[in-house]
C-alpha cells in the first residue's frame, strides 16, 4: 500500500530555512506526481509546489523564489528546500502523490489521493 512519511519540520525565526523530506513506499516513485501542500490553523489546505516524473515542476505564487522542490527517484524521496521563510509560512506541511500513474501532474494542485502524515513548520517573527 502506499505510505508516504514526511520529516525535517521544525521551529526557525524569520529569514531561516529548513528542509523537508518526504519518504515513499508502495508505489513506483519514480513514476509519479509528487507535491508538497500546506496548512495553517483556520485556513484551507493549499499546495506549495508539485513535480512530475520528467521533473517539471510548479509552484504557488507564495513561494516562488524562496522555495525548491525535487526529488531522488533512487531514495524514494521528496525534499522541499525553504529558505528565506516568513511567520506566514507556518503550517502543517503534507507530502501528496496523485491517483493518476502516467507520471504527470494534473493542473491545479488536483488529483492527489495519498497523503503523509504531515510535520509542523513554525517560523517566529
Known amino acids: 500500500r502506499v505510505k508516504l512519511v514526511e520529516s525535517g519540520g521544525g521551529s526557525v525565526q524569520a529569514g531561516g530555512a529548513l528542509r523537508l523530506s518526504c519518504t515513499a513506499s508502495g508505489y513506483t516513485f519514480s513514476r509519479s506526481c509528487m507535491a508538497w501542500f500546506r496548512q495553517a490553523p483556520g485556513k484551507e489546505r493549499e499546495g506549495v509546489a508539485h513535480i512530475d516524473m520528467i521533473n517539471w515542476i510548479v509552484y504557488a505564487d507564495s513561494v516562488k523564489g524562496r522555495f525548491t522542490i525535487s526529488r531522488d527517484n533512487a531514495k524514494n524521496t521528496l525534499y522541499l528546500q525553504m529558505n528565506s521563510l516568513k511567520p506566514e509560512d507556518t503550517a502543517m506541511y503534507y507530502c501528496?502523490?496523485?491517483?493518476?500513474?502516467?507520471?504527470?501532474?494534473?493542473?491545479?494542485?488536483?488529483?492527489?489521493?495519498?497523503w503523509g502524515q504531515g510535520t509542523q513548520v513554525t517560523v517566529s517573527s
Open positions: 501528496a502523490t496523485a491517483s493518476r500513474r502516467d507520471g504527470y501532474c494534473t493542473p491545479g494542485f488536483s488529483g492527489f489521493a495519498y
